[in-house]
Every structure is written in structure tokens, then in C-alpha cells.
């Protein structure tokens, strides 16, 4: 059977846990080679790319996506493994656990780490996955952002600001790349449950009430209900796709 990706070489960020190692299994199961990059362990995530996918080729990094060196040192690891990277996935992003609360209690310092993260991560990725895809003249760089930058979600303003900074750098850099053959596009989901939220303290699906009741598809959002828009961004069937944003939310009107 064939496989839409195959022989390409993605990265993705943030990929220990959560929506991330979704993605990961996600492109291995479509052909891709596989680099997990986070701060975090990324075993159970490489057991279960192991598991779910045979034959896959894969390995982690530890990578922090806002230090310059962490980010350069992947591609460096990327580039000496499978010689090319053709997908960048930017998942990676500060959300579980960070506190909601009006913008002007807000400290400097918890701002500085959100959009550290958040948007200097994606800035930092893409620009050292450029100058490797340029060479190859091809390249799909897939950003995740969210929609709350839509909706304006109260008590959140830091998280929000840096994903609507993700939509607005990825149009501006779409504008910059296409002539060399580089697509590169967001992806925003709605309210997704994670492994990583089900273990936090006090967790129930109660939080996801009013989100579901709003979605013309009223259901909770799963990981996997993302993966497919990742994997036709990363693939050769979204070539003449750039600059855009796809709201993945089940039809969420709350905006």
C-alpha cells in the first residue's frame, strides 16, 4: 500500500505527549521518517510510533524551541540522521497548567515565557527549516495555533495573543517561501482533550460543557480529530496551499 509521505522527514515539537505524539504517529503511519523534539521524555511516545507503526523510522530529541541553540542543535541532529527535513510540525506550546486571570495581573515574566514558547518557538523552527528546504525546493511547515485567537477568550490574553501571532507569522512568512516551494500553513484546533489535561488535579469533562453545546458537532474534541488536516498539509496533495488557516473546532460558533 502506498503511502502519501513517503520518504519524507518531518519534525515535530512537542511531540512527548498529547496532541503532538498524535501527530508523530500520524505521519509515520503515512510513510514519514519521524523526529519527536521536546523538553520532555519522549519514550512513551516513541513506544507507541513502535507500536502502531511498522517498520517506522524514528528517534527523539530533547529540544527547548525558544533557546536558539536547542533549536539549531535539532535540525543539526535531523539533518545528520536522514540528510532533509520536508515537514515541520510546531506544536509545541506552553497551555496545559498555565493559569487564567485578567491581562493586568498578569506578571511580565509568565508573558515572556508564553510567547517564548509559543511564538519564538514557531519564529525559531521555521527559521532554521528554511534555508534546509529552500535547498530542496519543497517544504510544508504546518503551525498550530487555536481558536481562541478568534474567539478573544477572557483571563487568557497571553495565551491568546500567541497563537493569533502564530496565524499573522505564518501568513507573512507563506509570502516569502512559496517561491522556493514552501507551503506553510496553521492548523487551529478548538478545546482538544489530552492525556496531559485528563491528569491535572480536578479534571472533568464538565470543563468542556459549553464548548460542546456550541459546536455544530457537539461532541468533546480528540487528538485524533486533527491528525488527517495536519497529514493533507504535510502532504503533497495541499501543494498549492499557503498562508491559510484551518479551524479544526466541530463548527464551534462562539465567535
Known sequence: MSHR???????????????????????????AKVILADVKDCKKAEEAVKKEVEGAEYFSVHCDVSDENSVSALFDKAIGQFGRVDILVNNAAFFS?????????????????????????VFLCCRAATPIMRRQKYGKIVNIASDTMMKG??????????????????????????????????????????????????????RFARTVSSRAIPRIQEPNDLVGTVIFLSSPDSDFITGQCIVVNGGDNLY
Open 5 to 31: 509521505l513517503e520518504g519524507k522527514v518531518s519534525i515535530v515539537t512537542g511531540a512527548a505527549q498529547g496532541i503532538g505524539a498524535y501527530y508523530a504517529r500520524g505521519l509515520a503511519g503515512e510513510g
Open 97 to 121: 497548567g498555565l493559569g487564567r486571570q485578567p491581562f493586568e495581573e498578569i506578571s511580565v515574566e509568565e508573558w515572556d515565557k508564553v510567547m517564548g514558547i509559543n511564538l519564538r518557538g
Open 153 to 206: 477568550t477572557p483571563n487568557f490574553a497571553h495565551y491568546v495573543s500567541s497563537k493569533g501571532g502564530v496565524v499573522a507569522f505564518t501568513r507573512a512568512i507563506s509570502k516569502e517561501v512559496g517561491v522556493d516551494g514552501i507551503c506553510v500553513n496553521s492548523v487551529a484546533p478548538g478545546l482538544t482533550t489530552t492525556d496531559a489535561m485528563q491528569a491535572e488535579p480536578g479534571y472533568s469533562e464538565d
